[in-house]
């Protein structure tokens, strides 16, 4: 494919796709595992490794355990997960029929969708192309990526082994930005797996509504930490700052603030600026010298946070720790910020950067209260020991996932459905969810000897007491 497109280059790739589509749909688990598996292969080869971890660090600063926890090995687990259960996914799955039905029989079938069309985000630009692609693979799907043009080094790697491994009319990257983008969402595809923000969610899904294609929307928003005062702050401290700064913050579930009791409060900050030293400077040089914390990815990006900051001080927050940054290097210290009040922009949009505010509260009612008053959240973190406790506020939020006394660990159990509610997202995915996103749930039945031939008309007094009867009592 060429690397600038025109409208007629789309429409023929997906052309081609769609011809793809209907060869590939009947293919064994056998076959798809053979590509998924060519998949891990190449990136297991020590030089395709070396070659991702620079691109990696060009894009993100990523230090090399990063990328292999979060992108290289997130694919090999889901590659190994799907591996065990694509046979019993894939199979007929028999189902009951209702006794008012007698004489027929239901199952599902389970048909990939067809085409699907993948967009993705920058932050893990690797992982979040792939994953998706795995779950298209798996459902018998072909696949067009689109990965971010922000992380393009990782976009160039991505495009350089999807052309090493596929057939081009079968898995395809297209590399660009919006106008490109908007090329692809012409096409009427029967999948659309778009992982961003909600903003251009609904872009994807105004585009989608014109051929009504399938949408899994995974989104973002502003993820609370709820503390009581049951827990060790020592403890949610350490989980905290790991959770927070992991990637520069710039992840789709990280804490986005915590709200914690104002009796617990100086107790937490404390513990959040030891933490901040020994996890992120622990040679006391400065995070910026710190190998293993990274940058923000663009310009465009480091300016917002830059805002997002400048706007909260300049608003009467203060400033517990960091708040340095270096527009070249991109870098941004992570900080830390109280008394921060509705107001500021950093409590009404995303921050996905290295600031953590603090808000305190005297109730249970003023958490609920806080966290109604935004969007509804992608994920939700409860670091409590009060069963009491955790269940009330499990009972009056409402939440994507939730992780109770840790954070960010629901991404990685394949068991749970993934995904946000309505601003944070649309659909899940991850395990059966990600193969199910991807697939028909065909319903089929098979009639061998059923009545239903005594309800066709001409109705009579015997019809009607049979139909009375069917709709009373059989079900
Ligand atoms: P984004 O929405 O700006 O971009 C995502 C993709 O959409 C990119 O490929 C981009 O090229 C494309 N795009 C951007 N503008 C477009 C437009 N006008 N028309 C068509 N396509 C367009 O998101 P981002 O900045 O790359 O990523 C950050 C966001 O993604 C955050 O909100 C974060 O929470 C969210 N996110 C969610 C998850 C999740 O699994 N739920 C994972 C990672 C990131």
């Not at 589509?21 to 297991?44: D, N």
């Not at 109280?338 to 003023?366: C, H, R, S, W």
């Not at 009867?469 to 079900?475: D, E, P, Q």
Request: with cysteine; glycine share 6%.
């Amino acid at each position: 494919m060429p690397t600038t497109y025109s409208i007629q280059d789309i429409q023929s790739l997906f052309a081609d796709h769609v011809t793809t589509a209907e060869k590939i749909k009947k293919s064994s688990a056998k076959e798809r595992i053979k590509k998924l598996e060519s998949i891990v292969e190449y990136i297991k080869n020590p030089k395709n490794e070396n070659r991702l971890m620079e691109a990696m660090q060009v894009d993100l600063g990523r230090h090399t355990v990063e990328v292999l926890i979060s992108e290289i090995g997130v694919i090999i687990n889901v590659v190994k997960y799907i591996k065990r259960n694509l046979k019993g996914w894939m199979q007929d799955e028999r189902v009951s029929t209702s006794l008012s039905l007698l004489g027929a029989s239901s199952y599902i079938l389970k048909e990939p969708k067809g085409s699907a069309l993948i967009i993705a985000p920058w932050n893990y630009p690797f992982q979040l192309a792939i994953v998706p692609l795995c779950y298209a693979i798996a459902a018998g799907n072909t696949a067009v990526i689109k990965p971010s043009e922000y992380s393009s080094a990782t976009s160039a790697f991505i495009t350089q082994m999807i052309n090493d491994l596929f057939d081009p009319k079968e898995i395809n990257v297209v590399e660009g930005a919006v106008e490109e983008t908007q090329m692809l969402l012409k096409q009427p595809w029967n999948h659309i797996y778009f992982t961003g923000s909600p903003a251009v969610g609904k872009i994807i899904m105004t585009a989608a509504a014109q051929h009504l294609s399938s949408v899994t929307l995974e989104l973002g928003g502003k993820s609370p930490c709820i503390i009581d005062s049951s827990i060790k702050m020592s403890s949610v401290a350490k989980k905290l700052v790991w959770g927070k700064y992991l990637n520069n913050g710039q992840t789709c579930i990280a804490p986005d603030y915590a709200l914690v009791p104002n009796s617990e409060k100086p107790k937490l900050i404390a513990e959040l600026q030891k933490q901040v030293k020994s996890q992120l400077d622990p040679n006391g040089n400065g995070a910026q010298n710190n190998d293993d914390y990274g940058h923000i990815i663009s310009d465009r990006h480091h300016k917002r946070c830059v805002e997002l900051l400048t706007d909260a001080l300049d608003k009467g927050a203060t400033l517990i720790t960091g708040g340095d940054y270096n527009t070249e290097s991109r870098y941004f210290s992570p900080t830390i910020l109280d008394n921060v009040t509705d107001e500021m922009k950093i409590m009404q949009e995303e921050i996905f950067g290295p600031i953590l505010p603090i808000v305190a509260y005297d109730n249970k009612e003023e958490v609920k209260s806080i966290i109604a008053s935004k969007p509804k959240p992608l994920a939700l973190y409860i670091q409590s020991k009060n069963q009491k406790s955790i269940n009330y506020f499990l009972e009056n939020t409402t939440a994507g996932g939730t992780v109770i006394n840790d954070f960010m660990i629901h991404y990685a159990n394949p068991h749970l459905p993934f995904g946000g509610v309505n601003n944070s997202g649309i659909g899940k995915s991850h395990g059966y969810y990600g193969f199910q996103e991807f697939t028909n749930e065909r319903s089929v039945m098979r009639q061998r000897f059923g009545a239903t031939a005594l309800l066709h008309p001409p109705f009579s007094k015997r019809t009607e007491k049979l139909a009375r009867i069917l709709g009373n009592w059989l079900s």
